[in-house]
């Protein structure tokens, strides 16, 4: 699925672009993410886990993402710069079609600007265009609390926690947290 084009004004009042990356920014959009896994232990996936993915693997998945009915992805250009990104998958088969599930990163330098506000109306409203979808649902790591205040923002309930979901390199662990939102 391919997102229009959306110019915004963020907190700080520059302007930036809401749109899906095209295969030319693969290597933005993968240094994007790479830098987010850097800057918290609030991803699922750690730096390492990105080693030997290329701009090339980014380049197919984006084509990939272009080309689904199921999937939206929402970059946020700065400057040209990706900022940070957001996605949706609907979901298919019968027991499952009436459920979509987001996720959300952002660059650091970039918190609190009104980015993940800005790609969650517009996750949201996908959701609501998409016949069917009924649930939307996301997982975080408990202790998140500035993910935790925008996703409740935005009508998202905590409804279960797994223990110990992540072990991180010193041995401690993260729980994490399932929410969802009803439309």
């Known amino acids: ?15 930036a672009i809401l749109k899906t990356p095209e295969p030319e920014d693969a290597e933005k959009q993968l240094n994007c993410i790479k830098s ?14 990105w080693d030997g993915f290329t701009a090339e ?5 984006i084509q990939g993402v272009r080309d689904s009915k199921y999937s939206l992805v929402i970059s946020c250009y700065i400057d040209g710069e990706i900022a940070g990104n957001c996605d949706i998958t609907f979901k298919g088969g019968s027991k499952n079609s009436h459920r979509a599930t987001v996720g959300i990163a952002i660059q650091k330098k970039y918190w609190n600007i009104g980015i993940g506000s800005a790609m969650f109306r517009e996750l949201i409203k996908a959701a609501n265009e998409h016949e069917g979808t009924e649930i939307i649902d996301l997982e975080m790591v408990e202790g998140n609390n500035r993910a935790k205040a925008l996703y409740e923002k935005f ?12 072990k991180l390199k010193d041995g401690s662990y993260q729980n994490l947290v399932y929410m969802q939102k009803y439309l």
């Open 57 to 61: 693997n980014e380049k197919e998945w």
């Open 36 to 49: 987010a896994a850097v800057e918290t232990d609030n991803f699922s996936r750690t730096i390492e886990d």
């Open 155 to 166: 009508g998202f309930e905590a409804v279960s926690v797994k223990p110990k979901f992540f």
């Open 1 to 15: 699925m391919i997102f229009k084009e959306k110019e915004i004004i963020l907190k700080n009042g520059i302007t």
